[in-house]
């Protein structure tokens, strides 16, 4: 049976397993789990945890003592920790952890319900939730024994205000329902430990007159104008002043008359779509397809549009059209995020976008829950009643979409390079693979960029530039932005200097990385497993992947490596589209992913490494396998 591990933060840090705390050693230790409790089931980059650590004095080896403390807390978490884990992100590092084991989510969660029962004037229920809110906390400040001086600054001082917020509000509650005499104790002791907090004071002097002490109120009200006169040079604040008129007895002053202003206009419905890209051309069908998917009533009604394709194919510029196409479907507004999901950064984490989206849909800032569930339920309340379309563009995986999907009523529209396979058990959804384009969509878009004339006089050169470019629209709209930079060259002039040269690095426009094709599929080889990336560099070399395609026995026979390996490697690289799924179990790879795979292999497969794949003066070589010089892989 899997152990129980609660972590608590609002006090020193402490882990406890099975209600025994377990002792957590070195300073620097207790600093990274403190980082990553802070921000738990987000990820924390490494740089974040360099900082908290050293304070912008690290040694050369920061960053591997930062994976040495990683592994400590990783063991320290071990043994059956079940649904607590330290996981490996892109560029750092998440602690995962059910909301109901870390006492600040639980704070935020009753904070956050405290604030809906002021939302419904339950004045009672709101007293009660903050009373267990406040409950949690074991010392002010908190993580006290952390030394890291940026962690003390940046996240405790934080934590501390909204620690005294919720204090401070519950105090009032307090007085509202006739509890003065309950709290003249815990007043005493709190003007003495913040005395510069003014509302504490006038707290203090309305519960000492409500309780019949209407002196010590007033002597109250003296001491602490004479400590803001002298400490800070002012007077005291509005509502020192109000208390100290209901002391005397006298009534409030009649509030100044305000000019009558004009109401504001009604708050206008999102409309969050970027712009689409100009010269769209081809996908129609698949246009078509989305149009009627995002219009089907019936059981399939608000099932997500997953939109899928390799790097480059033009997934968001489809995405976007057909959104701009339907929006009028959609009266109540458009929400649209990039999830980053292959990107350089990391990844958009989903209570960042939930609450983005929430804040849109209305949701005070000071009212949104901390607690990622309690987002959901938020989201999903807010966009009940409503006919909205949510766009997600660009996301990592179904776990990323699955907790932004609204409940009913509304379009959903998902790009994605992943197959995104599980959103097609839950909830269920429409799936559309986008292919390249076809030589006269191609031709059409190169059009859009170049004007038709400039087309119509090269037909032949605007063919040749579509086949070298494969089809990609992310590589055609490069070539065609280049010829736009350089108006007098002709386009079988262009032809020419790609075909002569390293063509993935001609595909680029400098100083904008979003255009640059070797970047791009960088991002998706990057999240391969080291194997699925070895096979994809053997492949590349190989004639005949592109063409015909090829099974996964022939693969196996053309690199050496075992059957069920490749089999299992060829499904992991086609479920991030460096490979296509073709009929009757075959494969096949697009030239300029081909092209990758091969510069890939040059750099990573080394000469003379016994089981990679070099070439030699008879063909290439796989494995103590020799190839004719011009054989293919087999189509077998």
């Known amino acids: 049976m899997d152990s129980v591990i609660e972590f608590r933060v609002l006090g020193p840090l402490e882990v406890v397993r099975d209600g025994v705390v377990l002792r957590l050693g070195a300073g620097k230790l207790r600093v990274v789990l403190a980082a990553l409790l802070l921000q738990a089931n987000r990820p924390v980059s490494i740089d974040d945890l360099v900082d908290k650590l050293w304070d912008g004095d690290a040694p050369g080896d920061a960053r591997g003592t930062v994976q040495k403390y990683v592994m400590r807390i990783r063991r320290l978490l071990g043994g059956g920790a079940g649904d607590s884990a330290v996981r490996t992100e892109p560029d750092g590092y998440r602690i995962t952890i059910p909301t109901c084991r870390l006492d600040l989510h ?48 940046d996240e405790v001082a934080g934590l501390v205000e909204r620690y005294l917020q919720a204090l401070d509000r519950r105090i009032e509650l307090d007085l509202v329902l006739g509890r003065h005499a309950d709290v003249l104790g815990e007043l005493a002791a709190l003007v003495r430990r913040y005395p510069e907090r003014e509302r504490f004071w006038a707290h203090r002097m309305r519960a000492l007159h409500r309780a019949g002490r209407q002196g010590e109120a007033l002597a109250a009200y003296r001491e602490v104008a004479s400590l803001l006169a ?18 005397l007895g006298a009534p409030a002053p009649a509030a100044p008359v305000a000019p009558p202003v004009a109401r504001p206009p009604a708050v206008r419905p999102p409309r969050q779509l970027p712009m689409a890209d100009s010269g769209f051309a081809g996908g129609e069908a698949e246009l078509a397809a989305i149009v009627d998917a995002l219009g089907e009533t019936g059981p399939r009604s608000g099932a997500p549009v997953v939109i899928t394709g390799m790097a480059g194919v033009g997934k968001t510029a489809l995405a976007l059209h057909a959104a701009h196409r339907v929006a009028d479907r959609f009266p109540d507004g458009q929400l649209f995020a990039d999830l980053r999901g292959h990107s350089p950064a990391l990844p958009t984490a989903v209570p960042d976008v939930l609450a983005r989206f929430v804040r849109t849909l209305g949701l005070p800032t000071d009212a949104l829950p901390s607690d990622e569930d309690e987002l959901v339920a938020a989201y999903r309340s807010l966009l009940a009643g409503r006919r909205m379309l949510v766009v997600l563009d660009g996301a990592a995986s179904a776990e990323q979409v699955r907790p932004l999907l609204p409940g009913s009523g ?25 292919d390249v384009l076809s030589a006269a969509d191609g031709r059409a878009l190169l059009a859009g960029v170049l004007g038709a004339p400039r087309v119509a006089a090269e037909p032949a050169a605007a063919d040749e530039l579509v086949r070298l470019c494969g089809g990609s629209a992310l590589a055609l709209r490069v070539a065609a932005a280049q010829l736009v930079l350089h108006p007098q060259r002709g386009i079988a002039e262009h032809v020419e200097r790609l075909s002569s040269g390293d063509l993935l690095a001609a595909l680029r426009l400098d100083g904008d990385a979003a255009t640059d094709v070797v970047a791009a599929l960088d991002l998706s080889y990057r999240t391969l497993d080291p194997e699925h990336r070895r096979l994809l560099r053997l492949l590349g070399p190989l004639p005949g992947v592109t063409e015909e395609g090829f099974t996964a026995a022939a693969a196996a026979a053309a690199t050496g490596m075992g059957r069920a390996a490749v089999a299992a490697g060829l499904e992991a690289l086609a479920a991030v589209s460096l490979l296509d799924r073709r009929p009757c179990a075959r494969y096949g790879m697009h030239v300029l992913v081909r092209r990758y795979a091969a510069r890939q292999a040059e750099t990573e497969e080394t000469p003379g490494a016994g089981d990679r794949a070099h070439p030699t003066a008879g063909g290439p070589v796989i494995v103590g396998h020799p190839l004719p010089r011009f054989a293919r892989i087999s189509t077998s």
């Open 106 to 153: 639980r704070f935020s969660s009753l904070c956050a319900q405290a604030a809906r029962a002021a939302a419904a004037g339950d004045d009672v229920a709101e007293s009660a939730l903050l009373t267990d809110a406040l409950s949690l906390w074991r010392d002010v400040p908190p993580l006290s024994d952390v030394p890291s001086p940026p962690l003390q600054r």
């Open 410 to 434: 509304c379009g959903v529209l998902v790009t994605s390079r992943a197959d995104l396979a599980g959103l097609a058990v839950s909830p269920g959804s429409h799936r559309i693979v986008l």
């Open 230 to 247: 002298e400490e800070l040079g002012i007077d005291p604040g509005a509502d020192l002043r109000a208390a100290h008129r209901e002391v």
